[in-house]
C-alpha cells in the first residue's frame, strides 16, 4: 500500500505540473527592435495676445459730431454698439460693430428706415473718431468724433 500511496502522490504530482502554469521569464528593458524614435519637437514660443481681441482704448461714453449730435458708444471687448442722437437728443440710429486693431466698422439702421455701413479710424491718442459712411439708398459722407 505504500508503494500505491506514492505512485498515486508521484502521478498527481506529475499531472498537476502538467496543468500548471510555467512562469516566463520577465521583461527586459533592453530593447528588442532596432527601431528608433525621434522626440517630437515641442514649440517653445510664447504666445503673444491678440491684439485685435484686446482694443488699445475704451471707446465708451458720449462722442460728438460738431453741429450734429453726438453718438454714445458702449463697447465690451471688441464689439461695440452705439446710439446716435441729434442736437435734441432726438435719436437717429442704432448700430453695432467690432473694433478690429485700430479701426471700427458698423452696421447701422436710422429711424427713418435706412441702413448702411460706418468705417472708422481710432486716432493713436484714442481721443479722435474718423472716417465714412454709406447707406443703402447711395448716400455717403465723412465722419468725424471726439470726446
Known amino acids: 500500500m505504500k508503494i500505491s500511496w506514492f505512485a498515486t502522490l508521484l ?14 521569464p520577465e521583461a527586459t528593458t533592453a530593447p528588442t527592435s532596432s527601431l528608433k524614435t525621434t522626440p517630437t519637437p515641442v514649440a517653445t514660443t510664447p504666445i503673444e495676445p491678440n491684439p485685435n481681441l484686446t482694443p488699445a482704448f475704451d471707446l465708451s461714453g458720449d462722442w460728438k459730431n460738431p453741429g450734429a449730435g453726438y453718438i454714445l458708444f458702449r463697447q465690451e471687448g471688441n464689439s461695440i454698439s452705439c446710439q446716435g442722437f441729434k442736437l435734441s437728443r432726438f435719436q437717429i440710429s442704432e448700430a453695432q460693430g467690432v473694433i478690429v486693431g485700430d479701426k471700427i466698422n458698423l452696421t447701422y439702421t436710422a429711424t427713418d428706415g435706412t441702413t448702411g455701413k460706418i468705417d472708422l479710424h481710432i486716432s493713436s491718442n484714442g481721443q479722435i473718431l474718423s472716417g465714412f459712411w454709406k447707406n443703402d439708398i447711395g448716400d455717403s459722407g465723412s465722419v468725424f468724433l471726439s470726446r
Not at 499531472?15 to 502554469?21: H, L, N, P, R, V
Open 11 to 24: 502521478l498527481s504530482l506529475i499531472i498537476s505540473g502538467c496543468t500548471t502554469q510555467t512562469q516566463t
